[in-house]
């Protein structure tokens, strides 16, 4: 049988959440056993996102759990209280299947599904379009991971993005954890699963191959995106 593969996304509210939502659904109708849990950044979820995981047709889950509220500005842990959620979902609810992180901006190739779905323990691949390298990827040396290439090492035994690692929930400890530090989140993650170099397994083709992208888009400026009644009122006299 082949294992379910839970794909977790961490989601908050703005003008471009519906749009990203709506695409990021558009891939994931492809995948066959596939839950997504869909962690809303708020107290409550909300009826937008509700919307779009109906019209899906696929199993999910829809949790909300809002970030501490002293963590606004721009450099700050993003998506941590709501992926924490997930994680305690998970371990109460779920002993078997594949654990993904996959943000609602994210690109991903449907190839990589067929990929980490055989994930063992953890499974490691290049992340495109991301830091100054323009990539991030684990160095692989004959089939096993021996380091990591990464614009921003930051003292991490993991230099990994979010989007560049899957991980087995036969092997999500629960002393799992996800700590509220900018830019440590992923290793402190997989540190926390005493995950060890050797237990790694390298996918898309030793990590030659690029099948997910940090895509960002880019914000919407204007104030407000109410149609503007005034003006509607002028074009149309
Ligand atoms: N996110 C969130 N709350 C926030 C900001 C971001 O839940 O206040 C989510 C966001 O929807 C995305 C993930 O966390 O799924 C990463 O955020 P973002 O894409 O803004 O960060 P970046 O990709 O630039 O690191
Ligand atoms: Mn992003």
């Not at 990203?20 to 066959?32: F, I």
């Not at 839950?35 to 919307?51: K, L, T, Y």
């Not at 990464?150 to 993991?158: A, M």
């Amino acid at each position: 049988d082949l294992k379910i593969i839970y794909f977790v996304t961490p989601t908050y509210p703005r003008p471009e959440q519906v749009p990203e939502l709506t695409r990021l659904a558009h891939t994931l109708m492809h995948v066959p056993r596939l839950h997504w849990i869909v962690a809303d950044d708020q107290p409550i979820c909300s009826e937008e996102v509700s919307n779009i995981l109906r019209r899906t047709g696929l199993p999910y889950t829809h949790i909300s759990s809002p970030k501490p509220f002293i963590y606004k500005g721009t450099n700050f842990p993003r998506g941590v209280a709501n992926r924490r959620a997930a994680l305690t979902w998970l371990q109460e609810n779920v002993n078997d299947g594949v654990l993904y992180f996959g943000d609602d901006d994210n690109t991903v190739d449907l190839q990589l599904f067929d990929e980490i779905r055989l994930t063992k323990k953890v499974s490691m691949f290049p992340v495109g379009l991301i830091g100054d390298y323009g990539v991030s990827s684990p160095v692989v040396k004959e089939g096993k991971v021996v380091g990591f290439f990464d614009s921003w090492p930051g003292s991490r035994l993991f230099a990994v993005d979010m989007a560049g690692f899957a991980v087995n929930i036969e092997f999500l400890k629960p002393s799992a954890n996800m700590p509220y530090i900018a830019g440590h989140e992923e290793d402190r993650f997989l540190v926390s699963l005493g995950l060890k170099m050797e237990d790694i397994e390298p996918l898309a083709a030793n990590c030659s191959k690029i099948l997910v992208w940090h895509t960002k888009t880019v914000k919407y400026k204007k104030p407000t995106l109410r149609l503007d009644i005034k003006k509607i009122d002028s074009v149309a006299a």
